[in-house]
T-cell receptor
Framework: AQSVTQLDSQVPVFEEAPVELRCNYSSSVSVYLFWYVQYPNQGLQLLLKYLSGSTLVKGINGFEAEFNKSQTSFHLRKPSVHISDTAEYFCAVSDHQAGTALIFGKGTTLSVSS | GAVVSQHPSWVICKSGTSVKIECRSL??????MFWYRQFPKQSLMLMATSNEGSKATYEQGVEKDKFLINHASLTLSTLTVTSAHPEDSSFYIC?????????????FGEGSRLTVL
């Protein structure tokens, strides 16, 4: 079974500052890794995903994440945040079997202020 | 991109009534659909996995008789909360995997917020 730990429940930052949202996973098999964003009262939007290949993955809205197998991490980064990035961010993992659901971390609330 | 639609988006019902939530894949065939539950300020907890034409597989701790899941076609899955009580109030989100989907490719609905009075 897989599990995901998001180390920070809340991350407050000022506009235009860089941000890193941390995610660690646990699994005995190879995994796929994902980051999703959720705005209030809305569903999930995929930011980026790691399936294979390059460990640095670029996503939408200027976000990127780096897969580190030795540290079992998949931290999300953005060099300069905007007010509009304020939302809940979820890291998720799945194994490689077809039909497997995503397992989510508890989420990190990113609050960007001016 | 692929679209998954949930209906209704919001529903308020009286305690003891049953509520049905629909999840439709609008432009693709979904061989597998997943139902999640999200409490306020918390993560998504997987409730069940449903494959078209077969019975749903429920996660441990989820009452099968209370949360009825039907996946009757390749584009529709329904979640029925039977005899709803205030503790069933939550945000329910479905996701779907396409028949021709790539690895880890899931599409999420917008969610349905249930409030039981």
């Amino acid at each position: 079974a897989q599990s995901v730990t998001q180390l920070d429940s809340q991350v407050p930052v000022f506009e235009e500052a860089p941000v890193e949202l941390r995610c660690n996973y646990s699994s005995s098999v190879s995994v796929y890794l994902f980051w999703y964003v959720q705005y209030p009262n809305q569903g999930l939007q995929l930011l980026l995903k790691y399936l294979s290949g390059s460990t640095l993955v670029k996503g939408i809205n200027g976000f990127e994440a780096e897969f580190n197998k030795s540290q079992t991490s998949f931290h999300l980064r953005k060099p300069s945040v905007h007010i509009s990035d304020t939302a809940e961010y979820f890291c998720a993992v799945s194994d490689h079997q077809a039909g497997t659901a995503l397992i989510f971390g508890k989420g990190t609330t990113l609050s960007v202020s001016s | 991109g692929a679209v998954v639609s949930q209906h209704p988006s919001w529903v308020i019902c009286k305690s003891g009534t049953s509520v049905k939530i629909e999840c439709r894949s609008l432009d693709f065939q979904a061989t597998t659909m997943f139902w999640y539950r999200q409490f306020p300020k918390q993560s998504l907890m997987l409730m069940a996995t449903s494959n078209e034409g077969s019975k749903a597989t429920y996660e441990q701790g989820v009452e099968k008789d209370k949360f009825l899941i039907n996946h009757a076609s390749l584009t529709l899955s329904t979640l029925t909360v039977t005899s709803a009580h205030p503790e069933d109030s939550s945000f329910y989100i479905c996701s779907a995997r396409a028949r021709t989907g790539g690895p880890g490719e899931l599409f999420f609905g917008e969610g349905s917020r249930l409030t039981v009075l």
